[in-house]
């Protein structure tokens, strides 16, 4: 090759606009060095170049882990020249906001992490074609880009996304009407200086709910609860039962509006987002691991059907992560108005893993579908519990691999080094009460440990084989370096 293109994107967020440009440049030149079965060694901070993998999984992992920033001399593909970029990783945070949005990066890492885990990649890799992984991967770009985004020129206490966040926090608190959002969300654009980066419609905002998993699916309901117009019927234009018609008669001239329509928020990706918490994900395991076991019922966990299930299914009782749920359901006047004949059904799920003093909490209790209706569905509710009770098998029958933060392994002091300068676990106090500023470590090479540990008086072990020293030597100098995210594989010993 020639000389080397510009490599500083390898210490930019993985997720960063630069860092995907980047991985895109890197499978390029990597392509043309594939071996007879199509791999390539992977250079991400976990295979460090010493797996050969195809370079689907390679893409894969490189944004899941991030590129080892020292494989600045691209020697496994390609590159025979030895010279070094000017960049040293060094922290800049002059242009950083304050640690007021540490809180959202450290969500979209988690985010980033449920969503690109090792443990279902040949999954992925099978049934996602290229299209839906870069979608994924823009997805997390945007996200990321705009909790780095000023909310105006100059501000230090909130991004872009931060602020977004607060406020539909206090709408959710308030429950404040979407026309009180949108008229505060325009008072604000108006009142910060030039140069704000709020969104300027609420599909801008609609969207950006739903990149974080806070939207819901509209299913078409039949007038008088007979079917949904779901997979099966979703093509139907009349009811297969009652040949109700599906539409309403006069109204949408350019699209079409259905007379009755289901609203399903998703289950498995909020009791995912349980786990990627690493004091809830604690929690979860509550009701097994803290419960205290005696003759008293505090939870239901203490019940006899509990214990009886927990017997009869005992490679599900076995796992104190696998979740049990609560289900209930009623109507109720959206409007507040009782001469107004029109009524709603929520059903809510609680997840009664967690304490008796939290499964209960406003917090935890999960919408899962909204009914409309002018009268109840009686029996029919079944028609439309259907959507939930797919949750619910699949959950069953073949499970959800979920990223569990609780279960990650331990950081070990200073380990905060080897991230990338804009990471935000640097800047987090959650650690050693103090964020971490410090320049990553000169790694030493196999050779250099060894005359290290010539020097030492009492070896930890005797070896009389030179070949068996040099291979022991090269070992302990990939332990030193064998990282993910900060959180060390092995310790360096």
């Known amino acids: 090759m020639g000389t080397p293109s510009d490599k500083s994107w390898m210490t930019s967020y993985r997720f960063s606009s630069c860092y995907i440009q980047g991985v895109k440049k890197f499978l390029n030149v990597a392509k043309d060095f594939t071996d007879s079965n199509g791999r390539v060694r992977c250079p991400c901070k976990n295979c460090i170049n010493i797996y050969l993998k195809p370079l689907q999984e390679v893409k894969m992992d490189l944004y899941q882990y991030g590129i ?12 025979t020249s030895q010279p070094r970029d000017s960049f040293d990783g060094s922290i800049n945070s002059d242009n950083e906001l304050e640690d007021s ?14 969503t690109f885990m090792d443990t279902d990649m040949e999954d992925r890799l099978a049934n996602q074609d290229n299209n839906m992984l870069e979608g994924e991967v823009a997805k997390f770009a945007k996200l990321w880009n705009d ?31 979407n026309k009180s959002f949108f008229s505060n969300l325009e008072l604000f654009k108006d009142a910060l200086p030039r140069g704000e980066t709020l969104p300027s419609s609420s599909y801008e905002v609609k969207k950006l709910m739903r990149d974080l998993g806070l939207g819901y699916v509209t299913i078409d309901a039949c007038v008088n609860d007979c079917v ?102 009623d109507g109720f006047n959206p409007f507040g108005n009782m001469s107004t004949s029109y009524s709603m059904r929520p059903v809510i799920v609680t997840p009664y893993n967690l304490p008796p003093w ?11 579908l909204l009914i409309p209706g002018k009268e109840s569905p009686g029996n029919n509710i079944d028609v439309y519990l259907r959507p939930l009770i797919d949750e619910l098998k699949e959950l069953w029958e073949t ?14 002091m200073g ?38 540990l010539d020097l030492l008086n009492n070896s930890a072990y005797v070896v009389t084989n030179k070949n068996e020293l040099n291979r022991k030597a090269g070992k302990i100098g990939r332990k030193c370096t064998v990282l993910t995210d900060g959180l060390a594989k092995e310790s360096c010993r």
Not at 102 to 114: F, T, Y
Request: hydrophobic share 30%; charged share 30%.
């Open 415 to 452: 380990h905060r080094r080897y991230l990338h300068a804009q990471h935000s676990w640097r800047k987090s106090r959650k650690f050693d009460g103090k964020p971490e500023h410090g320049p990553k470590p000169e790694e030493l090479s196999g050779d250099e440990v060894l005359r290290q």
């Open 399 to 412: 499970g959800v691999t979920t990223y569990d933060a609780y279960s990650v392994k331990q950081c070990y």
């Open 101 to 114: 949005g540490n809180d959202v990066s450290e969500m979209l890492d988690d985010m980033c992490n449920a």
């Open 358 to 368: 939290k499964c209960m909490k406003e917090n935890f209790l999960m919408l899962s």
């Open 147 to 177: 909790s780095h985004c000023e909310l105006y020129p100059g501000s230090q206490k909130y991004s872009k996304l931060s602020f977004l966040l607060k406020m539909i926090n206090i709408k959710a608190l308030t429950n404040s009407s």
């Open 68 to 79: 080892s920033e020292n494989y600045t001399n691209w020697v496994h593909h390609g590159e």
């Open 228 to 329: 949904l117009f779901w997979k099966e019927n979703e093509n139907l234009d009349t009811c297969p039962t009652c040949k109700a018609p599906r539409w309403k008669l006069g109204f949408g001239k350019r699209k079409k509006v259905a007379q009755k329509i289901l609203r399903h928020f998703p289950l498995v990706p909020r009791l995912q987002r349980l786990f990627m918490s690493k004091d809830i994900g604690e929690n979860m395991r509550w009701h097994k691991e803290k419960r205290v076991d005696d003759d008293t019922i505090r939870h239901p966990a203490d019940a006899t059907e509990w214990k009886d299930f927990d017997q009869k299914y005992a490679w599900f009782g076995k796992d104190a992560r696998n979740v049990r749920l609560g289900l209930a359901s």
